[in-house]
């Protein structure tokens, strides 16, 4: 009796003669692929590769190099299939994150942020997965997720510039300029002369009117990348807001020369116009301005003026209200998040 | 030029179990061993990014075992650097923060506990515990209003928590509000409806002064139960509390009835002895002092109240001994005094007069304390301070750290422990050193292999890795001292005896080169080898052997291009700058473009001061190879001084985006930047070169100069004296 039950339990154990010749095929060509893949026959092992799926389910690292060269080939469908089918039957993380930057450049957002919430979930201290979530984040302007992403970032990766960086853009993205601030400069820090991350200074600081350091930081940066527009208008603005309008129009310009719907630029326009109370000229540049950085609640601000100015009252109301609820929305926004993901302070810097 | 080893590739540490601790401390390494498993596992499944969030995982278990290992050996420094690492180690933080709170708490420093416990209890605000804790940190730091708005808020998301409300009562007894702290007592009765509960209120209502409520709580329990501990003990405190020597001998009676429930009782034996001394009854006193002194850690009032018997009882002799002990234990100014006084006294008795005079003048020092009469002294005596011996009154933070089951270690289990600990995790900075390295990420691999060899020197292949990829990072300087102790630990490795010999070449250090080179095997078979060593000989002063190396070099390659550029160098080198000239144009002629022929003439004509010249051969050099920094950074120089500083400026920019480490060009950089007026663009770039070079004398004074262009005087003469410091240094070390 005994010795039956062991049978019994032998067979459920045991795969059958066939089932064991065809699985010990299998497993030649796949030690045939892994070896192609080693010499990096790449073509070779995409043949076989693309038979053996075909012939039964491939295990990890050959479904994973099988999709690795259909991407390389170009052929996203098939390679899509075979990362959904790491992900699903193993928990695969690369093939999680391969997947979201797919979603990513085909500029889906949400489904690429989804993707990695599932990657966080299977690995959630991974560097990369957090990078990527912020790197998408900041790409379809979602700061939110980008900051969560970016606040464990800079602190277990403290000496990387580059998230405290992105961890800037995002704060500015936010709105939070004085977090922002405090971000791009501890990335300056890291890694001096590097010009996006003086650009990002100069706009942190022109937005909170320290356009004295915002025009030290930008003109680094131009020395650095002289044709760099970004960098141009907002030099501009801090001229502006130092009151060295010739100098700002002069730059604003030279931007605007080269992309007439440039933010930043109309803004300066806008801004130089209110200064010479050439009132009408300011509200096209305004307008302009605003059509390029919707989110923008100093361009609303100045809106309101120059209608007011103008006597327009019903529009100079309506970008009243405009820059008012930026502003709110960027306290809500901010109030949230400082709680959720300011640093409380145990790595010393 | 510097003939480069092909990098050597870095491997992952898998290890057996290393002394697993599990004998010592079974359970207490488990998540720490399991997430280094489960990174194990993923690496092996090649999910690189699974295993490294395995690996963080492991270091935050590692360094909250470590901080709690320190704290629990009360090295608090230790245990705050351990918690501070643990809360940059992964993305959960909570339990390092807290962690950290709790030490910084201790250590007395309450406004950063408050403020880390604020920010643990905004990120998760559902942790009654973390509420707890903070609620005890505002206590600590004065703020017991905050401290029971933050139980009100921890007991509204928790509202059946009986702990919780136990601590909003015992905060509403510190608002003097007892009514309120009734009603919530009343809650933690009715769900542990048990004589000891009973006693908890009553100690506690007791602690804060509500003798009458204490009583009735403990009368209370004693009916439940007669038997019911530490109820007759707190009345017998509480008699004495409230009345001193009045009601002293109810006070004996009650710890006379705590006795009999536990005769060995040491912290029992002790009330009641020193309430019989009070009450002059000091024979019977003796036994139970004797046996309270018999606790561990000693008690100073054992032995203080030991001796004032003894002397009451004429023994001077044994009161002097009692009493010296008491005194080397007590901490409190209150029992000093009384001690000195006390030994006084004993030390007349035997005719110690001089001994006397001078314990008399201590207690001199401490005389409020014979200001007080026998109630109030015998009341502070059994309210706190030395040996008061009341485990039970414990706040969140002492209780957070008593329930650590480390605590429960003896000291040598300790020290396995924390061994096994610091082990795993060098082995985990290790992995993800290796794992940075083979993604081609040199300096975050540094980074991780450099804590990994601070944390265990010794680890198996930590050094080795850590100056592989030092080296690979072209850090040569910092690669020197873990290559040697590599090569040290492994002779035989001819791979890591070259990278040394290289480190040392690219760091002036020719001698070790050669001495390195010399006898290697690998040599004569490796061209590049050869032109190392041809090199490190002709810059150590050996330019005879060195032109025999190129030579031979030369008769068994041919005539190359490429041998007659290094041929040059080192003719250059040398000071030969004719044959060196020679040499290279005859490379060039072999090979137009040939790499860093021209750029060698032109540091050659910069030399000879021919700036027309270098001009020109730098920029051919360039043309051919854009990429040369070096050849950039000396036409900059060439530039600088031929009066195009403008030009000059472009080309330093572009060695700085391709390395933004480079010294040389943050300095020429800054130095033209203040030379045109930009003093604040200048000090920039000199503070940077500063940093990366300490030691440059130029630098300092150009900085010093920045410096003092922008008003900042302080800063230009700490500047100028490193400057001259330098100089001096200098001077003395140069033969």
């Known amino acids: 009796m005994r010795r039956a039950s062991v049978l019994v339990g032998l067979m459920a154990v045991l795969p059958t003669q066939a089932q064991t010749t065809a699985a010990t095929g299998r497993d030649v060509r796949h030690e045939r692929v892994r070896r192609q893949l080693a010499d990096k026959h790449d073509a070779e092992a995409l043949a076989e590769l693309r038979e053996a799926a075909a012939a039964g389910a491939l295990p990890r690292d050959l479904a994973l190099a099988l999709a690795r060269l259909e991407l390389a080939a170009g052929h996203l469908e098939p390679a899509e299939q075979q990362l959904r089918y790491a992900a699903e039957r193993f928990g695969s993380v690369q093939a999680l994150l391969q997947l979201a930057r797919l979603d990513a450049s085909r500029r889906d957002t949400g489904a690429a942020l989804e993707t990695l919430r599932r990657a966080l979930e299977i690995a959630p201290n991974s560097e990369e997965v957090l990078s990527l979530q912020a790197q998408v984040a900041l790409a379809g302007r979602s700061p939110v997720p980008a900051i969560r992403a970016l606040e464990p970032l800079t602190r277990m990766c403290a000496s990387v510039a580059h998230y405290h960086y992105l961890q800037g853009v995002s704060w500015m993205q936010l709105g939070d300029m004085p977090t922002a601030i405090e971000s791009l400069r501890e990335a300056d820090r890291l890694e001096p002369s590097r010009p996006l991350t003086l650009i990002g200074l100069g706009l942190a600081l022109n937005n909170r009117k320290l356009h004295d350091e915002a025009r030290t930081a930008l003109r680094r940066a131009l020395e650095l990348e002289p044709d760099n527009l970004e960098a141009i208008a907002a030099l501009a603005e801090a001229n502006a807001g130092l009151g060295e309008l010739q100098e700002a129009e002069a730059l604003a310009l030279r931007v605007l020369e080269r992309d007439g719907s440039h933010a930043t630029a109309n803004l300066v326009m806008g801004m130089v116009r209110m200064k010479q109370e050439r009132h009408a000229e300011a509200r096209v540049a305004l307008e302009k301005a605003a059509e390029g950085d919707p989110a923008s609640s100093k361009v609303h601000y100045l809106l309101s003026l120059a209608c007011a100015r103008l006597g327009d009252q019903v529009a100079s109301e309506a970008h009243l209200e405009l820059y008012k609820k930026r502003l709110k929305e960027i306290e809500e926004r901010v109030t949230q998040l400082r709680n959720e993901t300011r640093p409380a302070g145990g790595m010393q810097r | ?735």
């Open chain 2, 1 to 735: 030029m510097t003939p480069r080893v092909t990098s050597v590739a870095l491997v992952i540490f898998f290890l057996a179990d290393p002394a697993s601790p599990g004998e010592v401390a079974p359970g207490l390494s488990a998540v720490l061993d399991r997430a280094v498993a489960a990174a194990e596992t993923s690496l092996r499944e090649g999910e690189r990014e699974v295993a490294e969030s395995f690996y963080r995982s492991a270091l935050l278990e590692g360094w909250l075992l470590e901080g709690s290992l320190e704290a629990a050996a009360g090295r608090l420094d230790a245990a705050r650097d351990a918690f501070r690492q643990a809360s940059s180690s992964a993305v959960e933080t909570q339990r390092a923060l807290q962690a950290l709170a709790v030490v910084e708490l201790r250590s007395g420093n309450k406004a950063e506990a408050v403020r880390l416990l604020t920010r643990v209890v905004a990120q998760a605000p559902r942790d009654s515990g973390a509420r707890l804790l903070l609620a005890d940190a505002l206590v600590e730091s004065g703020q017991p209003q905050q401290a029971v708005q933050e139980l009100e808020e921890a007991r509204a998301i928790a509202p059946d928590d009986l702990e919780l409300t136990f601590v909003l009562a015992t905060g509403y007894l510190r608002l003097k509000k007892p009514e309120v702290a009734e009603r919530l007592f009343a809650k933690v009765l009715e769900g542990r409806p048990i004589p000891q509960t009973r006693v908890l209120i009553g100690r506690t209502y007791r602690d804060f002064g509500e003798y009458e409520r204490a009583r009735v709580e403990l009368r209370a329990a004693l009916k439940q139960d007669p038997t019911v501990r530490r109820a007759h003990y707190h009345l017998g405190m509480l008699a004495v509390l409230d009345e001193g020597v009045v009601r002293l001998e109810e006070a004996i009676g009650e710890f006379q009835a705590e006795l009999k429930l536990e005769p060995r009782d040491l912290v029992t034996s002790l009330r009641l002895g020193m309430a019989l001394v009070e009450a002059q009854r000091h024979a019977e006193a003796l036994p139970h002092l004797e046996l309270a002194t018999s606790a561990d850690p000693p008690p100073a009032d054992a032995f203080l109240y030991l001796g004032r018997a003894r002397l009451a009882m004429d023994q001077p002799q044994e009161a002097v001994a009692a009493l010296e002990r008491g005194l080397e234990l007590a901490k409190s100014e209150l029992r000093i005094g009384s001690g000195h006084y006390q030994l006084g006294l004993a030390l007349r008795r035997l005719g110690r007069h001089d001994e006397a005079a001078r314990h008399f003048s201590e207690a001199e020092r401490y005389s409020t304390e014979r200001a007080l009469n026998a109630r109030e002294r015998l009341a502070r005596y059994l309210s706190g301070g030395d040996g008061d011996g009341d485990a039970e009154r414990k706040s969140a933070v002492s209780a957070a750290l008593a329930a650590s089951p480390l605590s429960a270690l003896a000291p040598d289990e300790r020290d396995r422990l924390r061994r096994y600990v610091t082990n795993t995790l060098a082995r985990s900075y290790v992995n993800l050193g290796v794992m940075h390295a083979q993604a081609e990420r040199p300096a975050r691999a540094v980074d991780f292999l450099e804590q990994a060899a601070r944390l265990v020197p010794d680890f198996p292949q930590v050094q080795y890795s850590l100056g592989v990829t030092r080296f690979n990072a072209q850090r040569f300087e910092a690669a020197i001292e873990p290559l040697s102790r590599a090569l040290a630990e492994s002779p035989e490795n001819a791979d890591l005896r070259h990278m040394l010999a290289m480190s040392y070449l690219n760091t002036s250090a020719y001698q070790n080169a050669v001495d390195l080179l010399q006898d290697d095997r690998a040599r004569a078979a490796s061209p590049p080898l050869q032109v190392a060593y041809g090199l490190a000989l002709v810059r150590s002063g050996r330019a005879q052997e060195a032109q025999r190396v190129f030579s031979r070099l030369l008769a068994e390659h041919g005539d190359s291009a490429e041998l007659g550029v290094f041929l040059g160098q080192a003719y250059a080198q040398q000071g030969d700058y004719e044959s060196a000239v020679r040499s290279l144009l005859h490379a060039l002629e072999l090979q137009p473009g040939v790499a860093e022929a021209s750029s060698s003439l032109g540091v050659i004509y910069l030399k000879q001061g021919r700036l027309a010249e270098a001009e020109a051969a730098l920029r051919a050099e360039l043309q051919a190879h854009p990429d040369d920094q070096r050849a950039r950074q000396n036409l900059a120089n060439v530039l600088e001084l031929a009066g195009k500083p403008e030009e000059a400026l472009s080309h330093l920019r572009t060695v700085l985006k391709a390395g933004p480490d480079s010294v040389d060009a943050r300095y020429l950089l800054g130095k033209i930047l203040l030379a045109q007026g930009n003093a604040a663009d200048a000090v920039i770039h000199l503070e940077a070169a500063a940093q990366q070079a300490p030691e440059d004398s130029n630098v300092r004074y150009q900085l010093g100069q920045a410096y003092q262009k922008l008003g900042r005087p302080d800063e230009a003469q700490r500047q100028f004296d490193a400057f001259r410091a330098l100089k001096d240094k200098r001077r003395s070390t140069t033969p």
